[in-house]
């Protein structure tokens, strides 16, 4: 079946410019969690979704990001006033429930602030 | 202190060798323990959990020492195609409270001809 799957693979913008990075996770997972890789380290966690609402978003490091789930399925991240801090590789992961042994994992949109 | 440290790596070894991956945490409250393999370029996937009683899934072997806060990846017979990032993975809790993973820097792995 279907995995998760995020759009773009790849986004490269400019310092100040606002993005928007999309995930679908796998159908009727409804757990969903955004996570960023630096080069040269493991994934951190961003914010976690249970359903609509945003269960924890603790992991977000500033205002200037925010993220959505509007319907339960698909989640949007947003990021304003981009830095070239925020380069970076942000992974989106969907699980059957939040406390499933298995995240599943898409490929990732890097992204790359110049 | 990070809360997940592995090995720094890389691992540079010939095919059909035994190597071993270790790697500390830090929170005693973490519950469950994964390892993850990654790909360059490509997303982390699960390679297996890792149990308290130890377990088996073929070349790869996974130990837990909850005492000492370790675990360790171990791979036999070593295949070109095992050369990746193995990256040591814990969350903390149980149950519905139960779902941040956190991850090591991975460890790189190559295994040459």
């Known amino acids: 079946g279907a995995g998760v799957s995020q759009t773009p693979s790849n986004k490269v913008t400019e310092k100040g410019k606002y993005v928007e990075l999309r995930c679908d996770p796998i159908s009727g997972h409804t757990a969903l969690y955004w996570y960023r890789q630096s080069l040269g380290q493991g994934p951190e966690f961003l914010i976690y979704?249970?359903?609509?609402?945003?269960?924890?978003d603790s992991g977000l490091p500033n205002d200037r990001f925010f993220a959505v789930r509007p319907e339960g399925s698909v989640s949007t991240l947003k990021i304003q006033r981009t830095e070239r801090g925020d380069s970076a590789v942000y992974l989106c992961?969907?699980?059957?429930?939040?406390?499933?042994?298995?995240?599943?994992f898409g490929p990732g949109t890097r992204l790359l602030v110049l | 202190r990070k809360e997940v440290e592995q090995d720094p790596g890389p691992f540079n070894v010939p095919e059909g060798a035994t190597v071993a991956f270790n790697c500390t945490y830090s929170?005693?409250?973490?519950?469950?323990f994964f390892w993850y393999r990654q790909d360059c370029r490509k997303e982390p996937k699960l390679l297996m959990s890792v149990y308290s009683s130890g377990n088996e899934d073929g070349r790869f072997t996974a130990q837990l020492n909850r005492a000492s806060q370790y675990i360790s990846l171990l791979i036999r017979d070593s295949k070109l195609s095992d050369s990746a990032t193995y990256l040591c993975?814990?969350?903390?809790?149980?149950?519905?409270?139960?779902?941040?993973?956190?991850f090591g820097k991975g460890t790189k792995l190559s295994v040459i001809p």
């Open positions: 993975v814990v969350k903390v809790g149980s149950g519905a409270g139960s779902y941040q993973l956190t």
């Open positions: 992961a969907s699980s059957a429930a939040a406390h499933s042994e298995t995240q599943y």
């Open positions: 929170n005693s409250a973490s519950q469950s």
């Open positions: 979704f249970q359903g609509t609402g945003a269960a924890d």
